[in-house]
């Protein structure tokens, strides 16, 4: 649907525009408007895929808000994954005051995320039950069990109405931390009128209830028992209640721990701080200690369960890092596959088995499981909260267009359910909601200490270099005539040819140069361009082929 940009905000509406996370698994990010305040929930960060050569991130596109960051209130972020709370830093480079409000774990991962920013955040923090009054918007805060420990949904109340956002969740009946979903909580909003739904799609598919946190001790209990040299467990850095399992059965059977990567230790170092890790005396040692014990005590835990080039596990498959994999250890990924990172995970899985080790992944041994509500735990929530509207948020296509399913079979009106885009604008006015418009919600890139500089012509530039190769023209042209002054030579790198592939290449140039208009003789990036486009179209033509070409034209 083609949507211009939203008119004004009506009198008493409230504007709620998803910035990212509908149609992607990342970069959350939604911006609720009343009365001319705005209030941010979550800004994450989505992962790169193999097309997107040498992005570190993407972040949301924060045009929409960027002349209007006085307006913002707060962010409020729903727990403390990269994919919720990433992006922080970069929203706050623009404005380095905006409160930010969550659970003690969630502001201690991102307030030492902005530390390495050098950015001291204005935090406000809160438990499940509290309540936040961020004129014009009252926040209430809702207990959620999902894959990390202290995540929140939040009920936000105005005038227009009441919107629920889920945030991550699921509804594991015995998880590590004894904190599960609190469905009295979702059950009282219902009954007091829930007018917009904003809940979790990921596992929307899924039949069922996911499964239980507990149900994985046993076989992650059988790796460490009978994996006859080092266990080395990858895992997400912010993945505390898998981390506790690994710590639990690595104590049980004998071995000593360490931490590998910044990430994973500054994160572990904090959860422990507040309790929310509990780690065994003399468990966790540092690295260089264990260079002295039997391989069979050993075990490293460190980031890279989805295949990024520079964390730890990509690193040591490709004999990168200081820790070499031998013959004999185990290799444990705790941590789904992200959509789009298959091939990366994959192709560190051949990397690592051709070392000699043994992998045990999701696919082969039961070790993992979703920190997301499957459908009947979807359609159970719709039941008791008995919504007005639903969004689906958090998920592709394919995920919200299941959760939209669920929540017309529970009874919402298949009008009233509404399965938005990244950047669409919908409007609740006096109980009804409405798309009324589209603003830009494109990729951000981050490149190194860029943000944004990156385009898509960027990046068509380097999967290009990468696949095809380049080759660069450099001719000695007489400016005054506009032909060359002797034969150009060919420079390539990444493209296979021999000593006679571009003899025919010199007189397409040469053809090039006599139709270009003789006003344009003496403009060297103009010869530069016409040259380029010439033996890019001639390589086309006689080799199938499509290098980058790029001409550099010296004065003759």
């Known amino acids: 649907m083609n949507l211009s940009a939203p008119p004004p905000l009506p009198r008493g509406g409230l504007r709620i525009t998803p910035l990212g996370g509908l149609g992607e698994i990342g970069r959350n990010m939604t911006v609720y408007e009343f009365e001319g305040k705005l209030l941010v929930v979550d800004c994450g960060v989505l992962f790169p895929?193999?097309?997107?050569?040498?992005?570190?991130?993407?972040?949301?596109?924060?045009?929409?808000?960027?002349?209007?960051?006085?307006?913002?209130?707060?962010?409020?972020?729903?727990?403390?994954?990269?994919?919720?709370?990433?992006?922080?830093?970069?929203?706050?480079?623009?404005?380095?005051?905006?409160?930010?409000?969550?659970?003690?774990?969630?502001?201690?991962?991102?307030?030492?995320?902005?530390?390495?920013?050098?950015?001291?955040?204005?935090?406000?923090?809160?438990?499940?039950?509290?309540?936040?009054?961020?004129?014009?918007?009252?926040?209430?805060?809702?207990?959620?069990?999902?894959?990390?420990?202290?995540?929140?949904?939040?009920?936000?109340?105005?005038?227009?109405?009441?919107v629920l956002n889920t945030g991550d969740f699921k509804m594991d009946q015995f998880p590590l931390d004894k904190r599960i979903t609190d469905l009295n909580h979702f059950a009282r909003l219902g009954q007091e009128g829930v007018d917009v739904f904003m809940t979790d799609s990921t596992n929307a598919e899924v039949p069922g209830f996911t499964m239980s946190?507990?149900?994985?001790?046993?076989?992650?209990?059988?790796?460490?028992?009978?994996?006859?040299?080092?266990?080395?467990?990858s895992s997400f850095a912010s993945?505390?209640?898998?981390?506790?399992?690994?710590l639990d059965s690595a104590h049980e059977s004998g071995r000593k721990v360490a931490f590998v990567g910044r990430s994973m230790v500054r994160n572990m170092g904090i959860a422990e701080e507040l309790g929310y890790l509990k780690i065994p005396r003399g468990?966790?040692?540092?690295?260089?200690?264990?260079?002295?014990?039997?391989?069979?005590?050993?075990c490293l835990v460190c980031t890279g369960s989805q295949g990024e080039p520079m964390a730890a596990l990509s690193r040591?498959?490709?004999?990168?890092?200081?820790?070499?994999?031998?013959?004999?250890?185990?290799?444990l990924l705790a941590s789904s596959l992200i959509p789009g990172n298959e091939n990366a995970i994959y192709r560190v899985i051949n990397s690592l088995t051709d070392l000699g080790a043994t992998i045990v992944h999701k696919g082969n041994a039961k070790v993992h499981v979703s920190g997301h509500a499957s459908a009947g735990e979807l359609v159970y929530c719709y039941n008791i909260v008995k919504p007005k509207n639903v969004i689906p948020i958090h998920g592709e296509a394919r995920h919200m267009r299941a959760n939209a399913a669920l929540a017309v079979k529970t009874g919402v009106p298949a009008n009233n359910v509404i399965i938005a885009q990244d950047g669409t604008v919908m409007d609740l006015v006096r109980g009804k909601l409405s798309v009324v418009g589209k603003v830009p919600a494109g990729y951000v890139y981050v490149d190194g200490q860029t943000v944004g500089a990156a385009?898509?012509?960027?990046?068509?530039?380097?999967?290009?270099?990468?696949?095809?190769?380049?080759?660069?023209?450099?001719?000695?042209?007489?400016?005054?005539?506009g032909v060359m002054a002797e034969k150009p030579e060919f420079i390539t790198r990444g493209?296979?040819?021999?000593?006679?592939?571009?003899?025919?290449?010199?007189?397409?140039?040469?053809?090039?140069?006599?139709?270009?208009?003789?006003?344009?003789?003496?403009?060297?990036?103009?010869?530069?361009?016409?040259?380029?486009?010439?033996?890019?179209?001639?390589?086309?033509?006689t080799y199938r082929r499509e290098p980058l070409v790029n001409a550099i034209v010296v004065d003759a």
Do not use: C
């Not at 993945?239 to 690994?246: D, F, L, S, T």
């Not at 468990?283 to 050993?298: H, Q, R």
């Not at 040591?316 to 290799?331: A, L």
């Open 316 to 331: 040591m498959s490709n004999g990168e890092h200081v820790i070499k994999v031998e013959e004999g250890d185990t290799v």
């Open 283 to 298: 468990l966790v040692v540092d690295l260089k200690k264990l260079e002295s014990m039997p391989a069979d005590k050993i």
């Open 239 to 246: 993945h505390v209640h898998r981390i506790q399992q690994v």
């Open 455 to 481: 385009t898509e012509d960027t990046l068509a530039e380097r999967r290009a270099l990468g696949s095809k190769g380049i080759v660069t023209v450099l001719a000695l042209v007489d400016l005054d005539l």
């Open 495 to 541: 493209f296979v040819h021999d000593g006679h592939t571009f003899d025919a290449a010199v007189v397409e140039i040469e053809k090039a140069l006599a139709q270009l208009p003789k006003r344009d003789a003496g403009d060297i990036d103009k010869i530069e361009g016409v040259i380029a486009k010439s033996v890019a179209r001639w390589l086309q033509r």
């Open 213 to 233: 946190e507990q149900e994985l001790v046993p076989a992650i209990e059988t790796v460490f028992r009978n994996a006859p040299k080092r266990v080395i467990v």
């Open 49 to 162: 895929e193999e097309h997107q050569p040498g992005v570190d991130v993407i972040l949301a596109d924060f045009t929409s808000i960027r002349d209007r960051l006085k307006d913002i209130v707060a962010i409020v972020l729903t727990h403390g994954h990269e994919d919720h709370i990433g992006g922080v830093p970069y929203l706050l480079k623009e404005r380095s005051d905006i409160p930010i409000i969550g659970s003690k774990l969630t502001l201690a991962f991102i307030t030492a995320k902005l530390k390495e920013h050098r950015i001291r955040p204005r935090t406000i923090e809160v438990e499940a039950g509290d309540t936040s009054k961020q004129n014009p918007f009252d926040l209430e805060f809702v207990a959620v069990n999902h894959s990390i420990p202290d995540a929140l949904a939040v009920a936000i109340r105005t005038r227009a109405g009441i």
